[in-house]
């Protein structure tokens, strides 16, 4: 019998399967096992980072054998990206609770959708519009105006799949450039700060926000993160808020990060994620808790930890050939170096990250 029918929090030894084997999944499947939890992998790919420290399934997201073998070798399951299928969701949903639901994936898996349910939910976006053809986006520029970025609805990440749109950019070549018959034109922000909140919530519906984080981001790969934000208590209050808001709204059981732009006071939501996030991987070192145990907590159906910051904490992303001082990081006192494991290095790539506590938070 599977230990994910009981009522109340799965008991130690429950085994939690994880949707990817990305270096999220590997960072949950360690928090798990600190608290007693076995996890699963399920991933298309062989030899990912979270495959080398947990039991893994290589199979195809469509493959219904596999899936239904893999449910019932599992108690709940959870994921460590977006871009599953909803369709493979569902069918596992069937045999076993899947946390968080279809429901936020669905929205999280299409900028649109995304948008759309942040204003639902009373909260401010850029302008945006959603383009399908040429025609779509020389319509959407008279909306939304310039500058703006086209980008793909869905799969983009890191920077890739985006466009920027100014006076003088042929509108024809962006199209072709995009690459996609599915985009949404977005107005260019100048922002004062990107942000992000990372809020846990838990079977009983109970929340904690982690900190605000303030991101830097180059080429459009996040670089630097910095936690917690300088900001005022007030648009701090205002940006947790807002990840409150949208975690409950899509009754969202384990982790939701919200990207935000602060301009002149106001919160815009950009993205949502509902998983770990890279800007929230400060939270190893410098929290009370990290992500990753709050995620396990989350799902197992355990009481949230507290989410306090100790120490203001940097974290900076080992981004390709970054990762080949690892030598001299580990070396360096107060540093704490994070590799993915990853076997090859590539311009781009995520290779790992280091944390430096800059000093006891509040001091």
């Known amino acids: 019998m599977s230990a994910g029918r009981h009522s109340g929090p799965l008991p130690p030894g429950s085994t939690i399967g994880i949707l990817g084997g990305g270096q999220l999944g590997r960072m949950t499947a360690v928090a798990a096992a600190e608290l007693g939890y076995r996890c699963h992998i399920y991933d298309p790919t062989a030899d990912g980072p979270a495959s080398q420290v947990a ?10 054998e596999a899936l239904d073998r893999f449910a019932n070798a599992v108690d709940v399951v959870t994921y460590e990206f977006e871009n599953v299928p909803v369709e493979t969701v ?26 759309s349910f942040a204003r639902h939910c009373g909260l401010d976006t850029a302008a945006f519009w959603g383009v399908r053809s040429l025609d779509d986006l020389a319509q959407a520029l008279t909306v939304v105006g310039m500058p703006s970025i086209l980008k793909t609805n869905r799969f983009g990440y890191d920077g890739k799949g985006q ?39 838990g079977v009983d519906g109970a929340t904690v926000c982690f900190p605000v984080t303030e991101n830097e981001h180059v080429d459009g790969i996040l670089r630097r993160s910095l936690a917690p934000a300088p900001l005022d208590a007030e648009v701090a209050d205002a940006a947790r808020q807002a990840a409150v808001t949208l975690a409950t709204e899509l009754d969202v059981v384990g982790l939701l990060a919200v990207e935000l732009f602060i301009e002149q006071g106001r919160i815009l939501v950009n993205e949502i994620a509902p998983r770990p996030h890279n800007s929230g991987h400060w939270t190893q070192d410098g929290a009370a808790a990290s992500q990753f145990e709050q995620l396990v907590r989350a799902v197992v159906g355990l009481p949230l930890a507290p989410a306090d910051a100790l120490f203001e904490t940097e974290m900076i992303n080992l981004i390709g050939a970054d990762a080949d001082a690892w030598r001299e990081l580990a070396a360096e006192p107060g540093a704490k170096l994070h590799l993915y494991g990853k076997a090859e290095t590539r311009p781009g790539r995520k290779m790992g990250h280091v944390n430096r506590r800059r000093k006891p938070f509040g001091v």
């Open 163 to 201: 466009v920027t749109i100014g006076m003088d950019t042929d509108l024809r070549h962006a199209w072709d450039e995009l690459a996609s018959d599915d985009g949404i034109l977005e107005r260019r922000i100048p922002f004062e700060r990107e942000v992000s909140v990372i809020v846990a919530r």
């Open 90 to 115: 569902e069918r596992l949903l069937d045999r076993v609770p899947v946390r968080p639901g279809p429901m936020a994936l669905s929205v999280a898996q299409s900028r649109v959708e995304e948008k």
């Open 55 to 64: 039991a893994s399934t290589v199979a195809a997201w469509d493959d219904g």
